[in-house]
């Protein structure tokens, strides 16, 4: 097999076709050209030099959003270094478990994190370093960046589009957390496929993402995609806000808006100006449902098309997808040329009709080779080469497809299946109702029912007994909810989803 390597196609390429002046990462108002990153890069291969790490060893990143993530990141690749880029948010025990199962000889942690170089260096046998980011290391058990300054040229490993490229860990809104191992190849695939033939990209968009890098979307929004056609990633290093992203918006002027769906709706409720999100061509959303008024509203306040689509950290973007040339509110949209889709079964079959809910299997060229030593689980996944998703949906006779809910979501009220999206799409509807989640619950019966939770708009304090007349007069009985609890916020994952156990638990 010939050579690959994605650093190489990624930066590389872009340097050697004399466009290593073009501005790759802005942030905070700095910025960092194709040439300065890759001078960075060589840097982070004669750092893992140093320290003696070679092909195939790992290297847990817990970095934020800033330059030293694509260098350390892409560094790590160019000899061929597994980075396994770990969420900020994790701490203590979260954190030293994760990185423990990776196996990782080398932590490296952005300044602000210093302080879990202790616990890092006493829980993790593996862990043979500690690298911290920024001026020094002063106080910690760990290493500090800024001894090692070699940027001298270093040469690129020498790897196939097949071999092992990164780590990303997952365990979406249950489970114990799992190594999604990708190969080099996989992420020019999710360019070809959804970027190229859903976006359009070209090196004169700009790229600002509300997910992070160490998500398999934000790693697709801020570092394969722009790099990809040797655009600029806008990188914000803290949690975004409504108001900090509205302002990003209106003075980096990013083409391309990436968010999750509450975010949306959240900027929504903080009632931005439309000349303040003139700059978007488009906005995309995953990792929930988008409900259709809310796809609705923010496509008429930017005046352009807001494309909600589903993809997941084993295949590693999106693939499903409303599209610029047509989108459908509240639905996922097409299958994205590239991938094939299909509803299965409680027993597997293969579900043929239109409009029958059904389990959606997934394949595609960048789908996860497996989970790391966890060969159950990776058999259950990817075992017959379709990537179960866990998630239920629908398909219409002209192939757009509508997501019902997570396998363990749905629910049964009177012996027949009510989908939590579309008894929340009813409710957010209403005026008062920011978001909703709806969740199963056993009344003293021992029967199931639906119980909704609703975070109220700015302003208003909803009525229960006006949100049920709502429900009632917008969606058959047997999928009202029978409790109507209004609530603050709602319990998040890192990436937006909504844990509907710890409601499941309450309710």
């Known amino acids: 097999m010939s050579h690959y390597n994605v650093a190489d196609w990624l930066l590389d390429r872009h340097v050697a076709d004399g466009n290593g002046g073009w501005v790759a990462v802005r942030c905070d108002g700095e910025d960092t050209t194709y040439g300065q990153l890759q001078k960075q890069a060589w840097r982070v291969q004669h750092t893992l030099d140093e320290l003696s790490l070679s092909s195939g060893d790992r290297v847990a990143m817990v970095v934020n959003d800033e330059p030293?993530?694509?260098?350390?990141?892409?560094?790590?690749?160019?000899?061929?270094?597994?980075?396994?880029?770990?969420?900020?948010?994790l701490r203590g025990g979260e954190l030293s478990a994760i990185v423990a199962d990776s196996g990782a000889r080398l932590v490296v942690l952005s300044e602000q994190y210093r302080e879990l170089a202790t616990i890092l260096s006493t829980d993790c046998p593996s862990v043979e370093n500690i690298l911290v980011l920024g001026a020094s290391a002063e106080g910690t058990r760990a290493l500090s960046w800024s001894d090692?300054?070699?940027?001298?040229?270093?040469?690129?490993?020498?790897?196939?589009?097949?071999?092992?490229?990164?780590?990303?860990?997952?365990?979406g809104t249950t489970g114990t957390p799992k190594g999604v191992m990708h190969r080099h190849g996989s992420p020019q695939a999710t360019v070809e496929t959804y970027a190229s033939k859903v976006l359009g990209i070209d090196q004169n968009d700009r790229f600002l993402s509300i997910a992070k890098l160490f998500f398999a979307y934000g790693l697709g929004n801020s570092l394969t995609f722009p790099f990809a056609v040797g655009a600029t990633?806008?990188?914000?290093p803290r949690p975004p806000t409504p108001a900090d992203m509205v302002e990003l918006i209106a003075a980096e002027e990013p083409s391309l808006f990436f968010a999750s769906p509450g975010f949306v709706a959240a900027m929504l409720d903080a009632a931005p100006s439309p000349e303040a999100l003139a700059s978007l061509r488009a906005t995309v959303t995953a990792g929930e449902s988008l409900p259709a008024a809310v796809q609705t509203r923010f496509s008429q306040l930017t005046g352009k098309p807001v494309l909600d689509g589903i993809g997941s950290?084993?295949?590693?973007?999106?693939?499903?997808?409303?599209?610029?040339?047509?989108?459908?509110?509240?639905?996922?949209?097409?299958?994205?040329?590239?991938?094939?889709?299909?509803?299965?079964?409680?027993?597997?079959?293969?579900?043929?009709?239109?409009?029958?809910?059904?389990?959606?299997?997934?394949?595609?060229?960048?789908?996860?080779?497996?989970?790391?030593?966890?060969?159950?689980?990776?058999?259950?996944a990817f075992g017959d080469?379709?990537?179960?998703?866990?998630?239920?949906?629908?398909?219409?006779?002209?192939?757009?497809?509508?997501?019902?809910?997570?396998?363990?979501?749905?629910?049964?009220?009177?012996?027949?299946?009510?989908?939590?999206?579309?008894?929340?799409?009813v409710l957010i509807d209403h005026p008062d109702v920011l978001e909703a989640a709806v969740v199963g619950s056993r009344d003293s019966d021992g029967l199931e029912a639906a119980v909704a939770y609703v975070v109220p708009t700015t302003g208003t304090t909803p009525d229960p007994v006006a949100l049920e007349q709502h429900c009632r007069d917008n969606m058959a009985a047997f999928k009202r909810p029978r409790t109507i609890h209004v609530v603050a916020d709602l319990p998040k994952t890192a990436t937006g989803k909504i844990k509907r156990f710890e409601l499941r638990s309450t309710s």
């Open 68 to 89: 030293a993530f694509p260098a350390w990141f892409l560094g790590c690749q160019r000899s061929g270094v597994i980075p396994a880029a770990l969420s900020t948010m």
């Open 148 to 171: 090692f300054d070699n940027g001298d040229e270093a040469p690129v490993a020498d790897t196939t589009a097949d071999s092992p490229a990164f780590w990303l860990y997952s365990s």
């Open 233 to 236: 990633a806008i990188l914000h």
């Open 313 to 380: 950290t084993e295949l590693l973007h999106i693939f499903i997808s409303n599209t610029v040339e047509k989108q459908v509110p509240g639905s996922s949209g097409i299958v994205v040329d590239g991938y094939e889709a299909q509803l299965r079964d409680d027993n597997g079959g293969v579900i043929a009709d239109a409009d029958v809910p059904g389990y959606l299997h997934v394949k595609g060229p960048t789908a996860a080779t497996g989970y790391w030593q966890k060969e159950a689980e990776t058999e259950a």
């Open 385 to 425: 080469g379709w990537v179960k998703t866990g998630d239920v949906y629908t398909r219409s006779s002209d192939d757009c497809w509508t997501f019902l809910g997570r396998n363990n979501d749905m629910i049964k009220a009177g012996g027949i299946w009510v989908s939590p999206a579309e008894v929340e799409s």
